[in-house]
Nanobody, 123 residues
Framework: HVQLVESGGGSVQAGGSLRLSCVRS????????VGWFRQRPGKAREGVAS???????SYAESVKGRFSISRDIASRTLYLLMSNLKPEDTALYYC??????????????????RGPGTQVTVS
């Protein structure tokens, strides 16, 4: 079982930046997909960005050019650098992981584990 814990959320003005972190621990497969999701009140979850064990990266259209996903393999940490933030980016952001590669429809897949999330508020 994989545990994930996010940090780095907060309140920021439109146009600002934040960097989220997600530390993974536990039994991590050699083949995995990890993603950042966000949940806005009254809306379905949205897959924001993903990276899998071979380094393939995907972004939602709504964040392309503004968000950047990266990882530090040694520390098992996943990052999401968010720039040029907009009020519509306000959401609870959480990281999630699953065994196996992400694939093109990763945001619609069931993920095995997720963290509690960190709130991002843009005003």
């Amino acid at each position: 079982h994989v545990q994930l814990v996010e940090s780095g959320g907060g309140s920021v003005q439109a146009g600002g930046s934040l960097r989220l972190s997600c530390v993974r621990s536990g039994a991590i497969s050699n083949n995995y997909c990890v993603g950042w999701f966000r949940q806005r009140p009254g809306k379905a979850r949205e897959g924001v960005a993903s990276i899998d064990s071979d380094g393939t990266i995907s972004y939602a259209e709504s964040v392309k050019g503004r968000f950047s996903i990266s990882r530090d393999i040694a520390s098992r940490t996943l990052y999401l650098l968010m720039s040029n933030l907009k009020p519509e980016d306000t959401a609870l952001y959480y990281c999630a992981s699953k065994v196996g590669m992400c694939g093109p429809n990763w945001s619609k897949l069931r993920f095995d584990s997720r963290g509690p999330g960190t709130q991002v508020t843009v005003s």
